[in-house]
């Protein structure tokens, strides 16, 4: 194990607004500037000395970052700043995106909820995080902002290798915008780790389905996973397997076997690649039929 | 670079004015300039819960937040408000009384996730109570008692939350019937 030292120094400022946060950060590096929101990763990256930048920028004053809110068009906009905690309690979340209310419920104890935030979940880019493979089945989109302007980047291009993003040094990601979920659809996340909430995740798996109105097929299947390759990805391949579909245990295995062979997870000290291998095929299966299941159950309920 | 930033922490109801190094956490701050060392340091990765702090009346780790975040947030520790808090007093009794202290190192993170924990959720069952702790260890393994402790201090609250409506409700019979009573003599003296 890494000793962990006290922090080195740094200069800190606490911008107020997001054009502010965009001036501090245009024409820097992200060697010698870092941008800290929850710092549940940031801080032990800094005590580890794997990152010693000369200039901290505090987004929790940011106050623009933190809303979650409905759209007019049906979507959901929810700020980079967003705690965890604020996420999986917001009301709409808890009405219309159970898929990410149960992800964010599986992430750390109250302490890391209270403070991570969704974009430094992202931001962070480890192929670990659980909550982009959740976001990832549910199509969303990253706002990345800086003084040149906005752009959206779709979630599933965002990382493009293992600790890396497509936002450039001067921008930062100042939103994630969800469409409303198809009629009939839910999704969930399995996720296998050593200590409860506490560890790393091992494999992680969100499967999002959408039944046909009469409830016999896939009409749409989105397979993303954690863990399972030096970056969150989707298995666009596994989901075509079951598209238009009904639900077998043939076809399920037809599908993890695919996705086990887009997947190339690591070998570590917490699990080999060929366990890992043996988790995505079991969890991917216990995850569609799960995901089916709560589709047909809140058909049920909200006709 | 100027080191030192001015700072102003609200800690236990006290307000502490500090010119402090930005990248010092809040739990050595709390520990070191402040000397209230009731709060522990451990882990140092938030994977223990032993410098567990209320902000804001949320737990967090005192190890992965800088000081200089916590300006303008009510921080509550293990130390407690001046003039005490109910609840904190009922948490530390059951734990006393049930057992849940050993050698007493993780003692102060769980009392206050406890406090978190009964704050909204004022009776939790065993499984919420377990959720509440993941982020907490105990290297005595004590657990059993914990839980049990947790569950006798929500219990504790509930009956004291109960004995002040009866008291309230005893108060306003005895109000109502000092009415009556001044009624009837307005009544009287009238007649």
């Not at chain 1, 705690?83 to 992430?107: K, N």
């Not at chain 1, 921008?171 to 296998?192: C, D, Q």
């Not at chain 2, 409506?165 to 009837?184: H, I, L, P, V, Y």
Request: aromatic letters at 4%; hydrophobic letters at 40%.
């Amino acid at each position: 194990m890494t000793y962990l030292k006290r922090l080195p120094k740094f200069e800190y400022v606490s911008p107020q607004s997001l054009p502010e946060v965009c001036g501090l950060i245009a024409g820097t590096s992200n060697d010698e500037v870092m941008l800290l929101a929850g710092g549940t990763d940031a801080i032990l990256q800094m005590r580890r000395r794997e990152r010693v930048p000369r200039r901290v920028i505090g987004l929790k004053g940011v106050a623009d970052l933190g809303l979650v809110r409905e759209q007019a068009d049906g979507s959901l906009a929810i700020g980079a700043m967003t705690t965890l905690q604020t996420l999986l309690s917001a009301p709409v979340v808890i009405r219309r995106y159970d898929l990410l209310r149960e992800t964010a419920a599986q992430i750390g104890g109250y302490e890391l909820r209270n403070v991570a935030t969704v974009g430094g979940n992202i931001a962070g880019a480890l192929p670990c995080a659980d909550l982009p493979p959740a976001l990832m089945t549910l199509g969303a989109r990253v706002r990345l902002s800086s003084r040149r302007g906005d752009r959206w980047v779709p979630l599933e291009e965002f990382f493009p290798e293992f600790g890396r993003t497509v936002a450039e040094n001067d921008e930062l990601v100042a939103e994630i915008n969800l469409p409303r979920p198809a009629p009939n659809s839910a999704g969930t996340y399995l996720k296998f780790h050593d200590r409860h909430s506490m560890d790393m995740t091992v494999v992680g798996v969100s499967a999002f389905v959408v039944r046909d109105d009469e409830s016999r097929t896939f009409r749409d299947v989105r397979l993303a996973y954690a863990s399972g390759a030096p970056t969150v990805f989707r298995a666009k391949r596994a989901e075509a397997v079951l598209r238009g579909q009904a639900l077998t245990e043939e076809g399920l295995e037809a599908a993890a076997e695919t996705a086990c062979a887009e997947s190339n997870p690591r070998t570590s000290w917490r699990a080999n690649g060929a366990y890992r291998l043996e988790l995505i095929r079991a969890l991917t299966k216990r995850a569609i039929r799960r995901a089916w299941e709560k589709a047909s159950s809140q058909t049920e309920t909200k006709p | 670079m100027n080191d030192l930033m001015p700072v102003s922490l609200q800690v236990n109801g006290i307000r502490y004015d500090v010119a402090i190094q930005p990248w010092r956490t809040l739990l050595e701050v709390l520990r070191e300039t402040l000397t209230m060392t009731g709060t522990k340091r451990s882990c140092g990765e938030g994977q223990c819960g032993a410098c567990t702090v209320l902000l804001d009346g949320k737990a967090v780790s005192s190890c992965m937040y800088l000081a200089v975040e916590a300006q303008g947030k009510e921080i509550l520790t293990i130390e407690g408000p001046v003039g005490g808090d109910p609840a904190l007093e009922q948490i530390q009794r059951s734990f006393a009384a049930k057992g849940a202290i050993q050698c007493g190192f993780c003692t102060p993170g769980m009392v206050m996730i406890t406090k978190d924990l009964l704050s909204h959720t004022p009776e939790p069952d065993e499984d919420e109570i377990r959720d509440a702790l993941v982020g907490h260890v105990c290297r005595c393994t004590g657990y059993v008692q914990i839980v049990e402790a947790i569950q006798d201090a929500a219990n504790g609250m509930q009956a004291a939350a109960r004995g002040m409506q009866d008291a309230a409700s005893a108060m306003q019979d005895a109000a109502g019937a000092t009415q009556d009573a001044a009624r009837e003599m307005a009544r009287k003296g009238g007649a």
